[in-house]
């Protein structure tokens, strides 16, 4: 027997169904539905305060249990192994994520369904935790605030200087993003951090031309 022939039947035997059995199966889906059960848990609770979809919540916890089926038939035969590569690489998920965080709950139920159908509960169950623990101490650090957007209508572009002073004593570095003049007036787009907003509009408010004043906070970048 030559060496190549050892090594396909060294490769061949690991493939084998015999090490396969319906109580690795069931053991390894359990632990693999109680894992999925802790993620949905993990995304309800750190989610349910801005933007919870459930839909998305109970596709995480189904997709641990699946990658681990998948993981477990790869194991049992070389052909379903090499099918399941083909199959999948056709795949093509279209669905647009939301919140870049909803990109980390979606590898970390990837990976628990792989690592658990691999046999390693061990590490599904430690990174787990960390992930867990990483998660709800980074929400505990505090961010910039992002600065708001002040729109101001007025009658003329002259009143430009007279409004920048204002708005530059009750807010952090206020700039002037855009100036958009027409037949009925001109609009003002102020990025600033007002520091106490219902001060400053009221004080831009009583200033003559100015027939509109209007703050926004926006989601964009933060100003430190």
């Known amino acids: 027997m030559s060496f190549r022939d050892i090594i396909k039947k060294s490769v061949l035997q690991s ?11 069931c053991v390894t889906l359990g632990i693999t539905v109680i894992l999925a059960l802790y993620i949905f848990a993990v995304y309800y609770l750190s989610t349910r305060k ?5 839909t998305f919540n109970v596709s995480l916890a189904a997709i641990s249990v699946i990658t681990a089926s998948i993981i477990l038939a790869m194991q049992s035969n070389l052909a379903i192994s090499l099918g399941m ?31 658990c159908g691999a046999g390693i509960f061990e590490i599904a169950v430690i990174s787990s ?21 002040l729109v101001v209508n007025c009658n003329s572009l002259d009143q430009e200087t007279e409004i920048m002073d204002i708005v530059k004593a009750g807010s952090k570095k206020p700039s002037v993003k855009s100036r958009n003049a027409s037949v009925t007036g001109v609009d003002f ?15 831009l408010q009583a200033l003559e031309g100015v027939s509109g004043v209007a703050l926004m906070e926006h989601d964009g970048e933060v100003n430190f």
Request: overall charge positive.
């Open 85 to 115: 590569v083909g199959a999948l690489s056709i795949v093509r998920f279209r669905t647009a994520v939301k919140d870049p965080k909803d990109l980390v709950f979606l590898f970390w139920s990837i990976s628990v369904g792989i690592i």
């Open 15 to 25: 493939f084998t169904g015999s090490s396969i059995t319906t109580t690795t199966v």
């Open 129 to 149: 935790l960390i992930v867990t623990i990483g998660l709800f101490v980074l929400e505990l650090t505090p961010v910039g605030y992002a600065g708001g957007i």
């Open 189 to 203: 787009v102020i990025e600033c951090r007002a520091k106490e907003p219902s001060q400053m509009l009221q004080k």
């Open 50 to 54: 801005t933007f919870y979809n459930k």
